[in-house]
């Protein structure tokens, strides 16, 4: 029960932060920023999803800046338009917010007990499904990104990177076992 009530909580703190004010918000931010540095104990991972988005944000911050609509602040020579330059800079806060709140809300879903049954059983085995697919294709790909392949090779290495994934996943399946083990971990 706490599993599903700390789901339907979660869902309504993810839609609340795109509504909240911005004074807000900013101080959701700094909640979520300590709370994360806590919950994965490192300041630089912290920091490093940050740095994720900051490319993005000065692209967006240049693009809209530079649209003319009005009044402007001069920052270093420049001339930058303040809608478009606090448009970006309000939403550059909320997707840092979500952000950190995704990667909390994760940390703490893995600690919280799973419930028994068919539902959430198959939510595991997706999990699992997911998790072997990846290294299977992983595992092919780098040997079709071989800049010495020709075209038909790679076209060959396509082929079999399907044909693995396809063995690998359902090989196992239904994954009984898997689930069995994942659930002893969590407990």
Known sequence: MLYIIFIILGLFIFISIFFLPINAIIYFVIILFT???IFTKSIFKTLKKLLYLFPYFLAIFII???????EYYKI?????????A??????????AAILYFISIFFIIIKKIKIPKGAFFDELIRINIFMNIVKKSFFFEFNKIKDKDKTFREKLNLINKLIENVYKDSFRLYPYDRFVGRYRKLIE
């Open 86 to 95: 606090d448009f970006t800079i309000i939403y550059f806060i909320r997707i």
């Open 76 to 84: 270093f020579g420049f001339y930058i338009d303040k809608t478009g």
């Open 64 to 70: 809209q800046s530079l649209n003319a609509r009005g």
């Open 35 to 37: 709370l994360n540095i």
